[in-house]
């Protein structure tokens, strides 16, 4: 069974920095064979996509309002993923959900619990 666990979420002030991890454990296939993606939920609006980190190549893609302050990354020897956060803002706040989407087999797709970022002064 996959298991996708967020870790690092909390309260910060405009500006701080958060770390967000996902740890994955239970991935039949290759965890390089995986696109490692964070997405955000804020109160009352759709999931939408902040970050993601393309298989072996790690070729990664921002969302524009986060281009330059967050930052993807994946640990394939502990088959992890994070998300470096700087320079937040208001309104960066959300639930921040990992997700792994294999790159060739449909079906396996899978997602964390979500962990809350708030950001207020």
């Known amino acids: 069974q996959v298991q996708l666990v967020e870790s690092g979420g909390g309260l910060m002030q405009p500006g701080g920095s958060l770390r967000l991890s996902c740890a994955t454990s239970?991935?039949?296939?290759?965890?390089?064979?995986?696109?490692m993606r964070w997405f955000r939920q804020a109160p009352g609006r759709e999931r939408e996509l902040v970050a993601s980190i393309i298989t072996t190549a790690d070729t990664t893609d921002y969302a524009d309002d986060v281009k330059g302050r967050f930052i993807i990354t994946r640990d394939r020897a502990r088959k992890t993923s994070a998300l470096q956060m700087t320079s937040l803002k208001v309104e960066d706040t959300g639930t921040y959900y990992c997700n792994a989407v294999h790159s060739t087999i449909r079906g396996l797709d899978f997602w964390g619990q979500g962990t809350q970022v708030t950001v207020s002064s």
């Open positions: 239970g991935m039949s296939a290759s965890f390089s064979n995986y696109i």
